[in-house]
C-alpha cells in the first residue's frame, strides 16, 4: 500500500490584495457579523465574515414571510434590513475588531452616489479589512439588482467606490443576466480588485392553499445546493473573460463542492446556506481540502485554482 | 422577555427512544447531559438534518429530565418526515439551546396556557416551573381530532387542569381552543400561548380585549435560528423592552415598530407589544 506523506497543506490565498489563512468566507447576510455563529464554531479556523450589506439610510427590510425553505435550497427575501451607515458606524463597526478571522464589509446602495459615499466612510475605519459591492441585491424593489444587470451602471458603481477606497475592492456579480461576461469585463476595467459570483438566482413559490405567493416580497433569491451549477457556470465563465481573483458562491456544501468551484478558477469560496444546515460545514470544508491536497500531492491549495478550466485566465 | 443567560453549543446526542402517539406524531427521546441542564421552558433547538438536505429544523424540547430531552415532532414536510423516521441508536446533532423563552415568573400565579396542535411542546416545561411554584394554571388545548391531542395527561398529572377542543368534535369542545378561551380567558391573571400564527393572533386579541397579559411563543420558517439572517422577523412595537435598536427610517416607511428577529429577539412575545 503506497502511504502518501503527511504535510500540513496550504490553504491560504489571496483575493487580490486580501490574505485569507483559509479560503472560506462566510456569506453576506448569512453570517451576520460573525459573533452569533461564534458559540458553534471556531471563528479562527474560517477564512473571514463577509457582514450583512449596509446601504446609506435605514432600511426596515421586507415584510414577512421572508424565507422559504426550498428542495435543496432556500428562497429568502430580506429586502437589505439595515440600520443604516451612520448607525451601523457608530453602533456596530468597533467590534468588528475582536474577529480572529478577516472582516470583508459589504456596501449595497440605489444610485452610483450611494455606493462611492458608503464605501468611503466604511473603508475608513480600521476594522474593515476590504469592501464587497453588493451590486446584485434581488430583493429590493426595481433598484438594487440594476447595477448588476448592466455593464455600464456596473462599471459608475464600481468607479464610484474604487474612487472612495484603496482597500480591495470585491464586486459582487448576478446571475441573473444575459452574459456575465460582460458585467465582469466592466467591473475589470473600473478598477474593482475581485468579483464574488455570484449573488441568488431570482426564484419564488407559491402557497397552494391561500393561492397566493408565499413571500412577501412575491419574488426572492434562490441560494443553496438547487443553484451551484448555475455558480459554478458562471465561474467558469468569468474565469475566462477576466484576471480578477474570483470568490466563488453559490450552494457550496461540502470540501467537494469547494473544489468544484476551485478548479474552475475561484481563489476563494463564500459559504452561506450550508451554515444554516450545519454551522459546523466551513471548519469541515477546511478539513476536507487538506485531505484532497494530501492525497493528491498539492502542497499548496492555491496549485488547484483554475487547475480544471482551460480557459482560466487568471494567476494562481 | 429578559434575555436568557444560557451558552448555546453544537451538542453530538444519540436518539434512546421513539414513540408514535399518534399517526404522523412522533416523540424522539434525546440522550443529551449538557443540553438537558441548559434548556429553559420556552426555548427552542435547531436540529441539524441527517441527510444534509436543506436548513436544520427548529424544535422545542418537550420533556427535559436528568440526562434526556424530548422532542415532539408533527410530520408536515421532508424535514419533519426525516426526523420522524430516527431510530433508537441513530446520531443526531443539534445545536442550542436557543432565544428567550417565556417569563415564567412575570406570569403570575394564576395562568392561562394555550396550545395548539404540536405548540404543546413548548408548555410542558413552562408548566411544570409554574406548578413548581404552585401557580394555579390551566390549560386550553385545541387540536384536529382527539388522537392527535397529545400529551394532555402530563399537564393533568402536575396538577394543571385542563380544558381540550377539537376540530371535529371527538373530545372536548367541537371548534377552536380559542372558543373557550374567550369565554374564561379573563379569569386569569396571565396567559401563555404557542401554537399556529392564525391562534396566536387570536389568543392576542382575546388577551389585549381583556386587559390580560400574554406571551406568544411565534413559529415561523428560520433559516439560521441564531440571529444571522434576518429571515424570520416580526414587526415589534419601539416600545419593548425585546426590540432591537434600530435608527427611524428615513422616508416611507411606518416609524412606529422595527422588525425583531424571532429566533433570537423572541420566540416569546408580549401580545400587546407585536404589530402583526
Ligand atoms: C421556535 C420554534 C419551535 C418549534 N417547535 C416545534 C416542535 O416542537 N415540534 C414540531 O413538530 N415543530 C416545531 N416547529 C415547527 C417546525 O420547525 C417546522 O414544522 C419544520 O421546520 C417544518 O419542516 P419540514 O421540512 O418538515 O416542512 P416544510 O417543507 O418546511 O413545510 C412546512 C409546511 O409548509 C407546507 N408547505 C410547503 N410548501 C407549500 C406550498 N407550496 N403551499 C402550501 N403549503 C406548503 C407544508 O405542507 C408544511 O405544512 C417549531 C418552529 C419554531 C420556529
Ligand atoms: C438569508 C440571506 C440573506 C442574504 N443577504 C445578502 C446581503 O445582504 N448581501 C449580499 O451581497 N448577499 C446576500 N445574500 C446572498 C449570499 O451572500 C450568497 O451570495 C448566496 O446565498 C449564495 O451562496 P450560498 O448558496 O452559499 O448561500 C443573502 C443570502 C441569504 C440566503
Ligand atoms: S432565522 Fe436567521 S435571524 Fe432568525
Redesign the pocket.
Known amino acids: 500500500m503506497v502511504t502518501t506523506p503527511r504535510i500540513t497543506p496550504d490553504l491560504s490565498t489571496n483575493v487580490g490584495a486580501l490574505r485569507l489563512a483559509f479560503p472560506t468566507l462566510m456569506a453576506s447576510g448569512c453570517y451576520g457579523s460573525g459573533e452569533e455563529y461564534a458559540p458553534f464554531v471556531d471563528l479562527a479556523r474560517i477564512g473571514g465574515v463577509v457582514l450583512k450589506s449596509v446601504t446609506r439610510f435605514p432600511r426596515l427590510g421586507n415584510d414577512a414571510p421572508r424565507l422559504v ?1 426550498v428542495a435543496s435550497g432556500l428562497l429568502n427575501a430580506i429586502g437589505l434590513q439595515n440600520p443604516g451607515i451612520d448607525a451601523y458606524l457608530e453602533r456596530d463597526v468597533a467590534k468588528f475588531a475582536e474577529r480572529p478571522c478577516a472582516v470583508v464589509g459589504s456596501v449595497a446602495g440605489f444610485s452610483v452616489d450611494d455606493y462611492g459615499y458608503v464605501t468611503e466612510r466604511l473603508a475608513a475605519r480600521d476594522e474593515i479589512d476590504a469592501i464587497e459591492l453588493n451590486i446584485s441585491c434581488p430583493n429590493v424593489a426595481h433598484e438594487g439588482e440594476t447595477f448588476a444587470c448592466d455593464a455600464a451602471l456596473a462599471e459608475r458603481a464600481t468607479r464610484a467606490a474604487r474612487q472612495a477606497t484603496t482597500k480591495p475592492l470585491i464586486v459582487k456579480l448576478s446571475p441573473n443576466v444575459t452574459d456575465i461576461t460582460e458585467i465582469a469585463r466592466a467591473v475589470e476595467a473600473a478598477g474593482g480588485d475581485a468579483l464574488a459570483v455570484v449573488n441568488t438566482v431570482r426564484g419564488m ?5 391561500r393561492r397566493a405567493p ?1 413571500l412577501g416580497n412575491v419574488t426572492g433569491g434562490l441560494s443553496g445546493a438547487a443553484m451551484r451549477p448555475i455558480a459554478l457556470l458562471a465561474v467558469w465563465e468569468v474565469a475566462a473573460a477576466v484576471r480578477l481573483p474570483i470568490v466563488g458562491q453559490g450552494g457550496i456544501e461540502t470540501a467537494r463542492d469547494a473544489l468544484e468551484f476551485l478548479l474552475a478558477g475561484a481563489s476563494a469560496v463564500s459559504i452561506g446556506t450550508a451554515n444554516f444546515t450545519d454551522p459546523r460545514a466551513p471548519v469541515a470544508i477546511c478539513d476536507g481540502l487538506s485531505t484532497y491536497l494530501n492525497e493528491h500531492g498539492y502542497a499548496a491549495l492555491r496549485d488547484l485554482v483554475g487547475a480544471a478550466n482551460p480557459t482560466f485566465l487568471g494567476t494562481r | 422577555m429578559p434575555a436568557l443567560l444560557t451558552s448555546p453549543a453544537v451538542h453530538t446526542t444519540v436518539v434512546s427512544e421513539r414513540r408514535e402517539p399518534a399517526s404522523g406524531i412522533v416523540i424522539v427521546g434525546l440522550r443529551a447531559p449538557d443540553l438537558a441542564g441548559a434548556v429553559r421552558p420556552g426555548q ?1 433547538v435547531m436540529v441539524v438534518p441527517p441527510g444534509g438536505e ?1 436548513c436544520a ?4 424540547p ?1 420533556e427535559c429530565d436528568g440526562e434526556r430531552v424530548s ?4 410530520v ?6 426525516e426526523l420522524a423516521t430516527l431510530a433508537p441508536g441513530s446520531a443526531l446533532t443539534v445545536f442550542g439551546p436557543l ?1 428567550n423563552g417565556f417569563d415564567a415568573a412575570a406570569l403570575g400565579d394564576d395562568v392561562g396556557l394555550v396550545a395548539g396542535g ?1 405548540g404543546i ?2 408548555l410542558l416545561l413552562l408548566a411544570r416551573a409554574l406548578r413548581e411554584r404552585e401557580a394555579s394554571v390551566r390549560l386550553y388545548y385545541g387540536a384536529r381530532t382527539a388522537a392527535a391531542l397529545v400529551g394532555a395527561e402530563a399537564f393533568a398529572a402536575l396538577g394543571c387542569a385542563v380544558t381540550l377542543a377539537t376540530d371535529d368534535g371527538s373530545c372536548g369542545y367541537r371548534g377552536f381552543v380559542t372558543e373557550p378561551l374567550a369565554r374564561k380567558g379573563g379569569e386569569h391573571g396571565a396567559l401563555a400561548a404557542c401554537g399556529p400564527s392564525p391562534m396566536l393572533r387570536a389568543v392576542g386579541r382575546i388577551a389585549v380585549a381583556g386587559g390580560v397579559p400574554a406571551q406568544l ?1 411565534l ?4 433559516a439560521c435560528g441564531v440571529g444571522a439572517c434576518w429571515g424570520c422577523a416580526v414587526p415589534l412595537g419601539r416600545e419593548s423592552a425585546q426590540a432591537p435598536a434600530f435608527p427611524a427610517p428615513s422616508f416611507g416607511e411606518r416609524r412606529d415598530y422595527v422588525h425583531a428577529r ?1 429566533c433570537t429577539e423572541g ?1 416569546v412575545f408580549w401580545a400587546h407589544e407585536l404589530r402583526w
Do not use: H, K, N, Q
Open positions: 425553505p413559490a407559491i402557497d397552494v392553499e408565499m | 427552542f436543506r429544523t427548529a424544535l422545542a418537550y422532542l415532539m415532532i408533527v408536515v414536510g421532508s424535514r419533519t418526515r432565544g404540536v411542546a413548548s411563543s413559529e415561523e420558517a428560520f424571532i420566540p
